[in-house]
């Protein structure tokens, strides 16, 4: 007997705290019957449980690296039919979700899984798994802002803060970035959270508007040489 959200995130259908929204929306059934109850529990070998109509079913653990090319939604459909993650996993065996979200414009790793107890692990706030990010930002973002950037700030929504950044010298940053144009930096950021839109509104918070924006690790998963738009196997 398991609880129905923690049955969910381990048959791959998404992260807990997803998959608890999934069901108070109601797109769970058990049974057959709706089930937006977040501690009913539920024997697998008797009970069928299905999400948006299929039938959710244990599978063995999947992880994949993705280099997220930029104009691709992190999300499995879209209703406008924009590109998005379904065009890279329709062919995998597994049902995968990402790990988190990287907005549309942004590229760089993301971790594909149908693991929802990693994907708690990496997400949760309280664990403050690391995000590195290179972005290259409008003006010269001089040593007293980074060291300003590592003490923290309110946001609006709650105080954040960096855990390291540094300037990245131009050699290093065409790894990953466009060569910087006048007045413009390359700037390694380092952040234990995923807060929507963290990097961009962090930068702006100190007047360096991001122009271009690349995750390069998530956690001990480094983006390396994965090519743009492929897909690599971890475990
Ligand atoms: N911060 C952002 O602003 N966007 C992302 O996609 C990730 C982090």
Known sequence: VIRLQKYLASCGVASRRRSETYIAEGRVLVNGEVTKELGTKIDPSV?????????VRPESHVLYRFHKPADVLCTLSDPFERPCLNQYTSSLSERVFPVGRLDEDVTGLLLLTNNGEFADQMLHPKYGVERVYWALVKGNVTEATMKQMCEGIEMGDGFGKAL????L?????????????????AVELVVGEGRKHFVKRYFAHFDHPVSRLVRVQFGQYRLDDLASGTLERVS
């Open 47 to 55: 009970d069928e449980v299905r999400f948006d109509g299929r039938v």
């Open 164 to 167: 390291r950044a540094r300037k």
């Open 169 to 185: 010298s131009e050699k290093e940053a065409s790894r990953y970035l466009p060569k910087p144009r006048y007045l413009e930096s």
